[in-house]
Nanobody, 114 residues
Framework: VQLQASGGGSVQAGGSLRLSCAASGSIGGIMTMAWHRQAPGDQRELVATITNRDTTDYADSVKGRFTISRHHAKNTWYLQMNTLKPEDSAVYYC?????????WGQGTQVTVSS
């Protein structure tokens, strides 16, 4: 199983991006899917999570601006990012925690200019 993250890019502050994470195969016993991010020189930060029951949670820094969702049939998860700020610039990683293992995508770069 591989996770393929996409949708990153460069936008101006106030803009929007939608990240996608697609699983190449079937993942058994999914518990949570999350988006993390890591800026240069910083530790990886948990941004948003969604459980297999669609319960969501967000870092305080993105609450009200980011929305995590999933398309179960497509085995794809999304992160809608609105009102982007320069401090949101980072490499974003998708992660799935499942009974069968812990899976990570390769990361997609988001750059927000002021």
């Amino acid at each position: 199983v591989q996770l393929q993250a996409s949708g990153g890019g460069s936008v101006q502050a106030g803009g929007s991006l939608r990240l996608s994470c697609a699983a190449s195969g079937s993942i058994g016993g999914i518990m949570t899917m999350a988006w993390h991010r890591q800026a240069p020189g910083d530790q990886r930060e948990l941004v948003a999570t969604i459980t297999n029951r669609d319960t969501t949670d967000y870092a305080d820094s993105v609450k009200g601006r980011f929305t995590i969702s999933r398309h179960h049939a497509k085995n794809t998860w999304y992160l809608q990012m609105n009102t982007l700020k320069p401090e949101d610039s980072a490499v974003y990683y998708c992660n799935v925690k499942a009974m069968s293992g812990d899976y990570w995508g390769q990361g997609t770069q988001v750059t927000v200019s002021s």
